[in-house]
């Protein structure tokens, strides 16, 4: 875009409100300016703009997002073709096998879920488990999460050409390694860069506990009519599900069949 054509007033007043996520959920000045990367004075005209025209809430010294927000998020729900046409898969996946299924896109540095539906398991102690319908934290539609530490981020990075790969896992480098969020989480570049071959060749991704613990996820890529991959489809289930003869007889010819289904409709 040419720089003559760019409203940079604008452009600051969208980096206040994507300044907002899980970690800070209630911002002043002070921090909406460092997480936007603009000045103190220029944050505070931002937050108090968007809470004049009804984007943000306050209390006069902290501001917090407000529903109209979700008007956003809603209009693309309801208007965009690939969630549309993802649902009807995700909810026969979800009553065929009691388990959580996604769909989710890549935008930058995270994966955003834009399709959701199943089952998730909770603890009914030493009886046994009991399928409840609940979501998962944090697994809601438009949740975001890692990258680098899911199934369908993996699937989605292993689609990159390979110089824009390189670029991404160099921009996201701290201190030399890709942020760790559980024991499990691989964050050496090399070896990263690594199971991203074994995605590609495989052409699907298995991870485990990488990015939440107690969280198993199988994904594989969602491509469009040309062949580019635009989404990934994964469902989420317990250690057992993904062991070798279950994944290759059951979950994984279930997500391979969804996704050539799918790939007429995308």
């Not at 899980?22 to 909406?32: F, G, I, K, S, V």
């Not at 609940?134 to 680098?148: T, V």
């Not at 969020?181 to 060749?201: I, N, P, Y």
Request: aromatic letters at 6%; glycine letters at 8%.
């Amino acid at each position: 875009m040419a720089k003559a054509d760019r409203i940079e007033g604008m452009a600051k007043g969208m980096a206040v409100l994507e300044s907002f996520d899980m970690q800070r959920q209630r911002l002043n000045a002070t921090l909406a300016a460092e997480r936007a990367g603009i000045t103190r004075a220029a944050a505070r005209r931002h937050l108090l703009t968007l809470a004049h025209l009804g984007y943000l809430e306050t209390d006069g010294s902290y501001y917090w997002l407000a529903p109209k927000v979700l008007r956003f998020s809603g209009s693309y729900l309801a208007t965009s073709r690939l969630p549309r046409a993802v649902q009807p898969t995700l909810n026969r996946l979800a009553a065929q096998t009691q388990e959580s299924f996604s769909v989710a896109v890549l935008d930058g540095s995270e994966v955003v879920i834009i399709g959701r539906s199943g089952f998730e398991w909770r603890s009914a102690g030493e009886a046994g488990r009991t399928p409840a319908r609940l979501l998962a934290y944090g697994l809601h539609l438009g949740a975001r999460l890692p990258a680098h530490a899911t199934s369908t981020g993996r699937v989605m990075l292993a689609a990159l050409p390979k110089a824009e790969l390189n670029q991404w896992v160099k921009s996201r480098l701290v201190a030399g390694s890709l942020p760790r969020l559980t024991a499990h989480t691989t964050t050496d570049a090399r070896l990263f860069k690594g199971s991203l071959e074994q995605v590609r060749s495989q052409d699907f991704c298995v991870a485990s506990q990488e990015h939440e613990l107690g969280v198993h996820a199988l994904a594989v890529p969602l491509r469009d009519g040309q062949g580019r991959t635009v989404a990934a489809l994964n469902v989420v289930t317990s250690p057992a599900r993904l062991e070798p003869p279950v994944l290759q007889q059951e979950l994984l010819p279930l997500l391979m069949d969804a996704a050539r289904e799918l790939r007429q409709l995308i």
